[in-house]
């Protein structure tokens, strides 16, 4: 069975975000070993200067890596990825799983992104949408999309 790690910087608040996030770790009990990690956002003023924003991307940095499990497949959630469709993220759950990688990771920075070494270390840089979306919403999306990419290898009908 795949393990499939969800590694988030920020914790979810509101309780909207906390159910639907339940719901999809419920769904995806039978296709997967799932592990939510959440790791603390830095701290910043209102309005940070850009070397306050980098040294908190940093820090950020260096407890995402302190987290990543050993030899997984890292998938970067960054606008500057490539879009995908949910056929394309199935097939690739399914062939990393058919080459004998069992660990997936996938990667949400925090509201300022995440630093540019995470990306450059990523085998996968994954883009949800030119639009911007609250980060915890994207674990959302992240986790629907997952498990509609587990219905769709097992040729359900919940992706129409």
């Given at each position: 069975?795949?393990?499939?790690?969800?590694?988030?910087?920020?914790?979810?608040k509101?309780?909207?975000y906390?159910?639907?996030?339940?719901?999809?770790?419920?769904?995806?009990?039978?296709?997967?070993?799932?592990?939510?990690?959440?790791?603390?956002?830095?701290?910043?003023?209102?309005?940070?200067?850009?070397?306050?924003?980098?040294?908190?991307?940093?820090?950020?940095?260096?407890?995402i890596?302190?987290?990543?499990?050993k030899?997984?497949?890292?998938?970067?959630?960054?606008?500057?990825?490539?879009?995908?469709?949910?056929?394309?993220?199935?097939?690739?759950?399914?062939?990393?799983?058919?080459?004998?990688?069992?660990?997936?990771?996938f990667?949400?920075g925090?509201?300022?992104?995440?630093?540019?070494?995470?990306?450059?270390?990523?085998?996968?840089?994954?883009?949800?949408?030119?639009?911007?979306f609250?980060?915890?919403?994207?674990?959302?999306?992240?986790?629907?999309?997952?498990?509609?990419?587990?219905?769709?290898?097992?040729?359900?009908?919940?992706?129409?």
């Open positions: 069975m795949m393990n499939i790690t969800v590694l988030c910087v920020g914790k979810l509101e309780r909207f906390i159910e639907a996030v339940r719901e999809y770790e419920k769904r995806l009990t039978g296709y997967c070993r799932l592990r939510l990690v959440e790791l603390p956002e830095e701290r910043l003023p209102e309005r940070p200067s850009q070397g306050q924003v980098d040294a908190a991307l940093a820090k950020e940095r260096d407890a890596r302190a987290k990543l499990p030899n997984g497949i890292l998938i970067a959630l960054c606008i500057e990825g490539k879009a995908a469709s949910s056929e394309e993220l199935a097939r690739r759950l399914n062939d990393w799983a058919v080459g004998g990688s069992s660990q997936i990771v990667l949400i925090s509201s300022y992104g995440m630093h540019p070494d995470l990306k450059a270390q990523a085998d996968w840089r994954l883009s949800m949408s030119p639009m911007t609250p980060h915890h919403l994207a674990r959302v999306m992240l986790l629907e999309q997952v498990y509609r990419a587990f219905k769709i290898n097992e040729g359900s009908p919940y992706h129409k």
